[in-house]
């Protein structure tokens, strides 16, 4: 199994940058697929990011991509989540989830086995 614990978020201008950071406790990091998913109130959980086990194939939302930019140190246990020119409709809970999986992607969260607690990110207009 694996533990994740998202860090990172918090309250920044509109145009602003965050980089959250996902740290996973447990045995064979590097063979978990590792996502983010975000959700604003009143709305469904929606997939932002997700990078493969090797780092070698990235996954981007179509409302982020070319905004926010993933990626992984196996060595440490960690994924990044770097998010650029953020807006309004960005605010919501960021989650990273994982899933022990030979697959290089995921974008459904059902898909998804571990979740983190979540992290608030709210962008001020």
């Known amino acids: 199994q694996v533990q994740l614990v998202e860090s990172g978020g918090g309250l920044v201008q509109a145009g602003a940058s965050l980089r959250l950071t996902c740290v996973a406790s447990?045995?064979?990091?590097?063979?978990?697929?590792v996502g983010w998913f975000r959700q604003a109130p009143g709305k469904e959980r929606e997939f932002v990011a997700s990078?493969?086990?090797?780092?070698?194939?990235?996954d981007f939302a179509h409302s982020v991509k070319g905004r926010f930019a993933i990626w992984r140190d196996n060595a440490k246990n960690t994924v990044y989540l770097e998010m650029n020119a953020l807006n309004p409709e960005d605010t919501a809970v960021y989650t990273c989830?994982?899933?022990?999986?030979?697959?290089?992607?995921?974008?459904?969260?059902?898909?998804?086995?571990?979740w983190g607690p979540g992290t608030q990110v709210t962008i001020s207009s």
């Open positions: 447990g045995q064979s990091f590097s063979d978990y697929l």
């Open positions: 989830a994982a899933v022990l999986s030979a697959r290089p992607y995921f974008t459904k969260s059902m898909d998804y086995a571990y």
């Open positions: 990078i493969s086990q090797d780092g070698d194939r990235n």
